[in-house]
T-cell receptor, first 112, second 113 residues
Framework: ELKVEQNPLFLSMQEGKNYTIYCNYS?????LYWYRQDPGKSLESLFV?????AVKQEGRLMASLDTKARLSTLHITAAVHDLSATYFC????????????FGTGTRLKVLA | DSGVTQTPKHLITATGQRVTLRCSPR?????VYWYQQSLDQGLQFLIQ???????AKGNILERFSAQQFPDLHSELNLSSLELGDSALYFC????????????FGPGTRLTVL
């Protein structure tokens, strides 16, 4: 069965710093999603990565997908307090289905 | 506001009971997804419907069932409730059944006492 692991699970960082969240999955999948969840709120879609080598950027966040390494990264540039949230990745597995397996989530806290 | 609505926001019930959660997708979206979020299990995909038909089934218990109606709203029925069913239940929608961005509703918090 597919396992989706995120690291770190918790991340406390200073404003203005850069950092990367990693999403590893244990078997073949070529579709990957990133979501953001604020405390007590619902999920918000950030990125949909649909092919190997896909890179997407929105503001201070950039996501990439390497299907051969079974790895996606979410890079944060010059963090600001408003980015404090929990970030989830999710993959489609088995490939070609519409089943979604979520990672454990990374709780990010950006300190002023 | 994603445009996806869910009712009720909160639901408190007893073990052994049955409840129905309702979801209205964004206008024009044909796909509806149900998810469960709990501290123990994290985020779990339950089931997907597309234009009234079941398309994918995840970790949905046999005590749970869902359907999507002709007007595209969806209902998730949870029966013989157990304490462990206490969770946040999210509905999401997307335009098609392809691998689109999903828009999540605000969720229904279910507490089973």
């Amino acid at each position: 069965e597919l396992k989706v692991e995120q690291n770190p699970l918790f991340l406390s960082m200073q404003e203005g710093k850069n950092y990367t969240i990693y999403c590893n999955y244990s078997t073949t999948s070529d579709r990957l999603y990133w979501y953001r969840q604020d405390p007590g709120k619902s999920l918000e879609s950030l990125f949909v990565l649909l092919s190997n080598g896909a890179v997407k950027q929105e503001g201070r966040l950039m996501a990439s997908l390497d299907t051969k390494a079974r790895l996606s990264t979410l890079h944060i540039t010059a963090a600001v307090h408003d980015l404090s949230a929990t970030y989830f990745c999710a993959v489609v597995y088995p490939p070609g289905t519409y089943k979604y397996i979520f990672g454990t989530g990374t709780r990010l806290k950006v300190l002023a | 506001d994603s445009g996806v609505t869910q009712t009720p926001k909160h639901l408190i019930t007893a073990t052994g009971q049955r409840v129905t959660l309702r979801c209205s997708p964004r206008s024009g979206d044909l796909s509806v997804y149900w998810y469960q979020q709990s501290l123990d299990q994290g985020l779990q995909f339950l089931i997907q419907y597309y234009n009234g038909e079941e398309r994918a089934k995840g970790n949905i218990l046999e005590r749970f069932s869902a359907q999507q109606f002709p007007d595209l709203h969806s209902e998730l029925n949870l029966s013989s409730l157990e304490l462990g069913d206490s969770a946040l239940y999210f509905c999401a929608s997307s335009p098609t059944q392809e691998y689109n961005e999903q828009f999540f509703g605000p969720g229904t918090r279910l507490t089973v006492l």
